[in-house]
């Protein structure tokens, strides 16, 4: 499957953002769909993930800011990011687990100023 992540940009500390991943053909039975980011110089981390049951995990640091939401019927995977801080400035990434394949799409920047 091919991804796509959309809705990047620029927002001060505080402010909310929403990307898109929309996938080429239909997430209904992927497994897992993930968004990870990657901020300068540091490793690729898991931000949240959501499984095809619509069960749903977030990393710690971003708990009850961020939610993750999949749409089968349009073939997405959003994530709403709130009271952005400048630590989640990062390159955001969408993740399709959908074995035996682990398919990425090319990032979407994000840039929190304080």
């Known amino acids: 499957v091919q991804l796509q992540a959309s809705g990047g940009g620029l927002v001060q500390a505080g402010g909310s953002l929403s990307l898109s991943c929309a996938a080429s053909?239909?997430?209904?039975?992927?497994?897992?769909m993930r968004w990870f980011r990657q901020a300068p110089g540091k490793q690729r981390d898991l931000v949240a993930m959501?499984?095809?049951?619509?069960?749903?995990n977030y990393a710690d640091s971003v708990k009850g800011r961020f939610t993750i939401s999949r749409d089968n019927a349009k073939n997405t995977v959003d994530l709403q990011m709130n009271s952005l801080k400048p630590e989640d400035t990062a390159v955001y990434y969408c993740?399709?687990?959908?074995?035996?394949?682990?398919?990425w799409g090319r990032g979407t920047l994000v840039t929190v100023s304080s």
């Open positions: 959501i499984t095809s049951g619509g069960d749903t």
């Open positions: 053909r239909s997430i209904t039975d992927i497994i897992v």
């Open positions: 993740n399709a687990l959908d074995l035996p394949y682990n398919s």
